[in-house]
């Protein structure tokens, strides 16, 4: 693999909330005691509680933002994980079959028209410079994450990894990073029902054409326990400079609207410019279209605190 240093540039937290990942779909249930716990912490989802999806966006409440407030939001991203059903999870696939599920998921995606057309380019074939300024646009997975290592989930790195996005890059698939798939909706600008619509209707066509794990306790199976459900986070990329001075206040705020504040080159990372990720925190046992509007009523009450300061 190359250097550390060149898959991992940004300014790096190490310091980890929930160190678990699972095998495969019923590892949950065959080590439900811990698994349990874990996610009725995190989520706040009962072992007997039921999970229900609606990714209908026309019931979100979002009206476009006043123009003092859209000039603060320099983008918005939502994305789904998602594995296969007949196959084991990330952290235990062999070589074989995570070359098979690239496959499966490239020539599903080959078959999209219209907005979402576009092309799968495989890890192992980009050059450093490629990857380098893909990540820095915030398109593709850094790599060398050390959660992510620990627990099987880079064997093999960059093997059958790759990313497939339509040509404006509003519209991309992560291939076997975290999970099997990342489904991922992102533009310039905060219009977060429109990129809530795209990510549904992708969704959705996937689904059509490859079995994803999914029950009616968990919802949609992830590696992670903290994507167990939707496996939805809704973002902004947003700049908020007094506030974000202020640590015990935006913590108070983010913890009464259940998003989590993240730095702008993604998880663990920091920021130091003011801008910020602002994301939904919960995953399981709410609906996407619910999750989406946890990020935005945060995003609001945050605005509203900021033009006070
Ligand atoms: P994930 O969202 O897939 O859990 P990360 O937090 O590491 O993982 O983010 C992945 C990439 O997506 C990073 O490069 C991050 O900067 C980018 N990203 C996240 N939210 C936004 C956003 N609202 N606008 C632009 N890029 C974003
Ligand atoms: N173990 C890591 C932490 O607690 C990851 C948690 C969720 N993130 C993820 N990429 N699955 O920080």
Aim: hydrophobic share 35%; with cysteine.
């Amino acid at each position: 693999r190359p250097p550390r240093s060149t898959l991992f540039p940004y300014t790096t937290l190490f310091r980890s909330g929930i160190g678990v990942y699972a095998g495969c779909h019923e590892g949950y249930y065959t080590f439900a005691p811990l698994f349990d716990k874990i996610i009725s912490d995190y989520h706040q989802h009962s072992p007997s509680a039921k999970h229900i999806s609606n990714m209908d966006h026309t019931q979100l409440q979002c009206p476009d933002f006043p123009a003092d407030e859209d000039k603060m939001i320099n983008s918005t991203r939502i994305r789904v994980a998602r594995n296969l059903a007949d196959y084991p999870l990330g952290t235990a696939v062999t070589a074989v079959q995570r070359r098979e599920i690239e496959k499966k998921i490239t020539s599903a995606l080959s078959t999209f028209t219209g907005e979402l057309k576009g092309k799968y380019y495989s890890l192992g074939s980009m050059t450093e410079a490629e990857k380098t300024q893909l990540i820095a646009d915030h398109f593709l997975f850094k790599g060398g994450d050390k959660y992510l290592e620990s627990c099987g989930l880079e064997r093999d790195w960059p093997e059958a990894r790759g990313i497939f996005h339509n040509d404006a890059k509003t519209f991309l698939v992560w291939v076997n990073e975290e999970d099997q798939l990342r489904i991922i909706s992102m533009q310039k600008g905060s219009n977060i029902l429109q990129v809530f619509q795209r990510l549904a209707d992708a969704a959705n066509k996937i689904e059509s054409k490859a079995k994803f794990a999914n029950d009616e306790h968990f919802g949609y199976v992830s590696t992670c326990p903290t994507n167990m459900g939707t496996g939805l986070r809704a973002s902004v990329h947003i700049n908020l400079p007094k506030l974000m001075k202020n640590p015990d206040l935006h913590q108070s705020i983010a913890d009464k609207y259940h998003v989590q504040i993240r730095g702008i080159h993604g998880e663990h990372t920091e920021t130091n410019d003011g801008t910020f990720d602002i994301s939904n925190r919960r995953r399981l046992g709410k609906s996407e279209k619910e999750l989406v509007q946890d990020m935005v009523n945060g995003v609001h009450a945050l605005i509203d605190v900021e033009k006070t300061l």
